[in-house]
């Protein structure tokens, strides 16, 4: 399968600091990334959807300037979670699918920890 | 109504036992059909994928779509304690809009 790798996979921040998050799809052109987080033993919540080269679309109650998203090339998205806040702490995942693919291929996630 | 439905368990079986993971959904556009399986902390990999109505089969898994029914299940033959994981059931139409289920976290009893 494709594979998709994410940095870093953990970072520890103090409160109101920015914090980005790479995601790379290495093996496929993702024409389509998406962004979720995931809270301890929830189910994954969608937080926006980027086409290269295009601005994002934020699920709604997702704060577009609060989490900026870039996707400028088509292996590579990141997420910036900025002046982040303790209640940012959480696992966030992103996911690509284009080309010939039918499906999406996740990161292995990153977890943040805002003190 | 959920687009996608799926008891979210706990399921807990016995080693060698065959599980049976379902999803029901409303929308009968959904075209591509998928199973993730999502270790604690980690981020979903891709078991199954099928298109349309049928069977699907890969080692001890097996994915079934019944478009009729709105229904789709995955098996596992042989369960082993390394399937403990939670699974995830996804689908999508012809747009790029994708649907997942909550989970069933399932357990395998060594």
């Known amino acids: 399968g494709a594979v998709v790798s994410q940095h870093p996979s953990r970072v520890i921040c103090k409160s109101g600091t920015s914090v980005k998050i790479e995601c790379r799809s290495l093996?496929?052109?993702?024409?389509?990334m998406f962004w979720y987080r995931q809270f301890p033993k929830q189910s994954l919540m969608l937080m926006a959807t980027s086409n290269e080269g295009s601005k994002a679309t934020y699920e709604q109650g997702v704060e577009k300037d609060k989490f900026l998203i870039n996707h400028a090339s088509l292996t590579l998205s990141t997420l910036t979670v900025t002046s982040a806040h303790p209640e940012d702490s959480s696992f966030y995942i992103c996911?690509?699918?284009?080309?010939?693919?039918?499906?999406?291929?996740f990161g292995p996630g990153t977890r943040l920890l805002v003190l | 109504q959920k687009e996608v439905e799926q008891d979210p368990g706990p399921l807990s079986v016995p080693e060698g036992a065959i599980v049976s993971l379902n999803c029901t959904y409303s929308n009968s556009a959904f075209q591509y059909f998928m199973w993730y399986r999502q270790y604690s902390r980690k981020g979903p990999e891709l078991l199954m994928y099928t298109y349309s109505s049928g069977n699907k089969e890969d080692g001890r898994f097996t994915a079934q779509v019944d478009k009729s029914s709105k229904y789709i299940s995955l098996f596992i033959r042989d369960s082993q304690p390394s399937d403990s994981a939670t699974y995830l059931c996804a689908m999508r139409h012809t747009g790029n809009q994708f649907y997942f289920g909550t989970g069933t976290s399932l357990t395998v009893i060594p």
């Open positions: 093996d496929f052109q993702a024409t389509t």
């Open positions: 996911s690509g699918s284009g080309g010939q693919a039918e499906t999406q291929y």
